[in-house]
């Protein structure tokens, strides 16, 4: 039988938190992944000799905190984070008869960077610690549209200095899930509009000083730890944003 490991959590608090703490760890170990369901309610209960309705409200509040997804017929699975359309809640980019298009993405670098002392600061990590600096753009056809700079940890991102600019894909999380062992869990983003400076206008194709849009990401992982600052700029004129209040 499985027990609560005793210093994972406070021994103080109701049993159902404590298991979940103890699944908590299991999904940031990679014990539990979403390429498999996790073990059934009766499963988990006759693990840990407790009773169902406790393993259940551990799970109900791990599927409200976002940590897993109920899937109707097939079971409960580890939430994977997917913020692949996030950008086209600002940027809408649609053909000549309105259908939305999707813009694919092409790594122009990936390049070791010195410590900068405000990404360091973002990323809780060490101030003289190294970082990865990552270029991308995203494109509609071969129109630029979208510049994105990255930045992440060296010594945790280590093994993308190895990967191909070709081989990494439209969407970055699942590269850095399973090339580095980091899974980004939520994130947040704050908004501003700038004056293109030149290097920007440069990727975007168009004059110095014309009005962009800023979005800064801090994606965070399981752990509540920092795993990513990233920093994706568009042209001002394409921006839009709509929000439905009740």
């Given at each position: 039988?499985?027990?609560?490991?005793?210093?994972?959590?406070?021994?103080?608090?109701?049993?159902?938190?404590?298991?979940?703490?103890?699944?908590?760890?299991?999904?940031?170990?990679?014990?539990?992944?979403?390429?498999?369901?996790?073990?059934?309610?009766?499963?988990?209960?006759?693990?840990?000799g407790?009773?169902?309705?406790?393993?259940?409200?551990?799970?109900?509040?791990?599927?409200?905190?976002?940590?897993?997804?109920?899937t109707?017929?097939?079971?409960?699975?580890?939430?994977?984070?997917?913020?692949?359309?996030?950008?086209?809640?600002?940027?809408?980019?649609?053909?000549?008869?309105?259908?939305?298009?999707?813009?694919?993405?092409k790594?122009?670098?990936?390049?070791?960077?010195?410590?900068?002392?405000?990404?360091?600061?973002?990323?809780?990590?060490?101030?003289?610690?190294?970082?990865?600096?990552?270029?991308?753009?995203?494109?509609?056809?071969?129109?630029?549209?979208?510049?994105?700079?990255?930045?992440?940890?060296?010594?945790?991102?280590?093994?993308?200095l190895?990967?191909?600019?070709?081989?990494?894909g439209?969407?970055?999380?699942p590269?850095?899930?399973?090339?580095?062992?980091?899974?980004?869990?939520?994130?947040?983003?704050?908004?501003?509009?700038?004056?293109?400076?030149?290097?920007?206008?440069?990727?975007?194709?168009?004059?110095?000083?014309?009005?962009?849009?800023?979005?800064?990401?801090?994606?965070?992982?399981?752990?509540?730890?920092?795993?990513?600052?990233?920093?994706?700029?568009?042209?001002?004129?394409?921006?839009t944003?709509?929000?439905?209040?009740?």
């Amino acid at each position: 039988m499985d027990t609560i490991p005793a210093g994972r959590s406070d021994q103080r608090l109701p049993i159902y938190q404590r298991l979940k703490d103890t699944f908590v760890h299991r999904i940031t170990q990679g014990e539990w992944t979403p390429a498999h369901p996790i073990p059934s309610e009766t499963q988990l209960s006759a693990d840990f000799g407790v009773s169902v309705g406790t393993v259940r409200r551990a799970i109900e509040d791990m599927v409200q905190e976002g940590f897993l997804l109920r899937t109707q017929g097939k079971g409960t699975y580890v939430r994977r984070a997917d913020f692949g359309n996030a950008l086209m809640r600002f940027f809408r980019y649609t053909d000549t008869t309105g259908t939305p298009l999707r813009p694919r993405s092409k790594m122009l670098s990936v390049t070791p960077a010195p410590a900068q002392a405000s990404i360091n600061k973002r990323l809780q990590i060490e101030p003289s610690a190294p970082l990865l600096q990552l270029l991308r753009l995203r494109l509609i056809a071969d129109t630029p549209m979208l510049h994105e700079e990255i930045f992440v940890s060296r010594a945790a991102f280590a093994p993308l200095l190895s990967i191909p600019l070709a081989d990494f894909g439209d969407l970055l999380y699942p590269l850095y899930e399973t090339a580095c062992g980091h899974r980004v869990f939520r994130a947040t983003e704050t908004l501003r509009f700038e004056h293109a400076p030149d290097t920007i206008a440069q990727h975007l194709g168009v004059a110095p000083g014309e009005p962009i849009a800023v979005i800064e990401r801090l994606a965070i992982g399981l752990d509540g730890h920092p795993l990513e600052w990233r920093r994706s700029v568009g042209l001002a004129r394409q921006f839009t944003y709509s929000i439905e209040l009740q």
